[in-house]
């Protein structure tokens, strides 16, 4: 089982930008990928999603044009680059991936639930002046 660990959360003005990290080990990444988010209070959402067969990509559109997923696989590493950040962005972030295929387009688009097989720990992202 693949062991995901996020990284690069910090405290950023709205306006501002961050790029989050998601180092995979233990395994490789075959199917997809998926950025969630959960903010207190709220039910957690993907909010951006890599098939890795083609490295087409998805966001949810309260990000779309904002949020860029990207990979390198010579470092087994996921990012998420995030510009023009607001406070509704604020939250936990974290990858996902699972051993078996998942659509990316159904995985941001709606609530779930999701069940994957590999979750990293968890980035804090808090944007506030």
């Known amino acids: 089982q693949v062991r995901l660990k996020e990284s690069g959360g910090d405290l950023v003005q709205p306006g501002g930008s961050l790029r989050l990290s998601c180092a995979a080990s233990?395994?490789?990444?075959?199917?997809?990928i998926a950025w969630f988010r959960q903010a207190p209070g709220k039910q957690r959402e993907a909010v951006s999603c890599?098939?890795?067969?083609?490295?087409?990509?998805y966001h949810r559109d309260s990000v779309k044009g904002r949020f860029t997923i990207s990979r390198d696989n010579s470092k087994n590493t996921v990012y998420l680059q995030m510009n023009d950040l607001k406070p509704e962005d604020t939250a936990v972030y974290y990858c996902?991936?699972?051993?078996?295929?998942?659509?990316?387009?159904?995985?941001?688009?709606?609530?779930?639930?999701?069940?994957?097989?590999?979750w990293g720990q968890g980035t804090q992202v808090t944007v506030s002046s």
């Open positions: 890599m098939h890795l067969s083609d490295g087409s990509t």
């Open positions: 233990g395994g490789t990444l075959d199917y997809a």
């Open positions: 996902v991936t699972d051993e078996a295929p998942f659509p990316c387009q159904v995985v941001v688009s709606t609530a779930g639930p999701f069940h994957f097989s590999s």
